[in-house]
């Protein structure tokens, strides 16, 4: 069984069909590659597996539950989670803050269980602060920590951006365009994490127009063109592809 199926998936917006019956799975520990050109419809794509906009047609399955239409808060729960392409962080408010405030809200849920299942809302506000610490430091931020978010370099707001997502503990991370604005040294460590994560069992789905990291991180390459499935296999089969190559000269 696929950790995620995608099945017929459709969403227009108003004339437009941005998602045009689209089936894609991925496996428990992969890390695919979603690509194609702009306004193929990536974005919406994982708009509508994250729950931020619910899709006209088909349906989302994950973990071997039918989770078509659920909010993101839910599915957050459920161990699937995503990033935007354009970083959420409150730029006034510190670095450490801007994770801290990542977590969910109540004890109990999903982070830090085994810690805080049954215990004190202080017990649990502890529990945060220490992984926060832990994912600052993770992700060499420990001298930005009591800077404003609105200070940070675009790469440094994609590393940020990963430590709050990594807050929810996710089975699954959805990534949108990590890479994009971030410099070439910033853009190694942050696939080198990602790289990390999913050796450490975590399933990744990555949209991203930077092709030659790409390719080197993923096990295998979605494309889409119009909403719907192009061409998916082996990296290096796809981007050979003469559909592909034709897709993206011909813009
Ligand atoms: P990609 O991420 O591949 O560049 P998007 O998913 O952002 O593409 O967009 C796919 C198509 O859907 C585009 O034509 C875009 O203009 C349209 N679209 C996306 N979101 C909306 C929206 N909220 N309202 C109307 N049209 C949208
Ligand atoms: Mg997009």
Do not use: W
């Amino acid at each position: 069984m696929s950790l995620l199926s995608i099945d017929g998936l459709v969403k227009d917006f108003g004339g437009l069909r941005a998602i045009d019956d689209l089936s894609v799975s991925v496996e428990e520990g992969e890390i695919v590659g979603v690509m194609g050109p702009n306004g193929a419809g990536k974005s919406t794509f994982f708009n509508c597996v994250s729950g931020v906009i619910t899709p006209d047609d088909g349906s989302v399955t994950f973990d071997g539950t039918d989770v078509t239409g659920e909010a993101p808060e839910t599915l957050a729960r459920r161990g699937l989670v995503r990033t935007f392409q354009h970083t959420r962080e409150l730029e006034t408010m510190t670095v450490r803050d801007n994770v801290r405030l990542a977590a969910p809200d109540h004890p109990g849920e999903r982070t830090i269980p085994a810690l805080v299942r049954g215990e004190s809302m202080q017990a649990h506000e502890e529990a945060v602060r220490e992984q926060a610490e832990e994912l600052i430091e993770l992700f060499e931020l420990d001298h930005l920590a009591d800077d404003y978010s609105g200070t940070l370099s675009g790469g440094q707001r994609k590393l940020l951006e990963l430590a709050r997502t990594l807050m929810l503990e996710p089975d699954m991370l959805l990534l949108d365009e990590p890479f994009a604005g971030v410099n070439p040294t910033l853009t190694r460590e942050i696939a080198d994490h990602i790289r990390d994560l999913n050796e450490g069992g975590m399933t990744v789905v990555i949209i991203e127009h930077e092709l030659e990291t790409l390719t080197e991180l993923v096990d295998r390459l979605v494309v889409l063109q119009q909403g719907s499935l192009l061409v998916e296999g082996d990296p290096d089969a796809v981007l050979s592809d003469e559909r592909v190559i034709e897709a993206y000269l011909g813009g």
